[in-house]
């Protein structure tokens, strides 16, 4: 069974940073693309980056671009999300999810096709 674990959460001020990290155990994120999604209260879960295995290609939201950076560590085999400049917008739950991504062409931005999910870690941002 695999299991995402997404760490690094927590409370900071307006215009700090935080650095958020998921894991894998029963399985690897290796080979796999991975995405970051984020629901705030009410809210539907939006996407906010991913990152494909085939040449590292990333993707942003729209509100996080030049403000975030997702990457991959694969000695660790972990994905990071850098995110800095935080506004009290970006307060929501953080989920990591893992996608196949076959062939290296599917659509990251959807929620449709991450197979596995973690529970999420809680960023809020003061203002």
């Known amino acids: 069974q695999v299991q995402l674990v997404e760490s690094g959460g927590g409370l900071v001020q307006a215009g700090g940073s935080l650095r958020l990290s998921c894991a894998a155990s029963?399985?690897?994120?290796?080979?796999?693309?991975v995405g970051w999604f984020r629901q705030a209260p009410g809210k539907e879960r939006e996407f906010v980056a991913a990152?494909?295995?085939?040449?590292?290609?990333?993707y942003y939201s729209d509100p996080v671009k030049g403000r975030f950076t997702i990457s991959r560590d694969d000695d660790k085999d972990t994905v990071n999300l850098q995110m800095s400049s935080l506004q009290p917008e970006d307060t929501a739950v953080y989920y990591c999810?893992?996608?196949?991504?076959?062939?290296?062409?599917?659509?990251?931005?959807?929620?449709?096709?991450?197979?596995?999910w973690g529970q999420g870690t809680q960023v809020t941002v003061s203002s």
């Open positions: 999810a893992r996608h196949p991504d076959y062939e290296g062409a599917a659509d990251l931005t959807s929620k449709t096709g991450y197979y596995y």
């Open positions: 029963g399985d690897r994120l290796k080979t796999y693309a």
């Open positions: 990152i494909r295995w085939f040449y590292g290609r990333t």
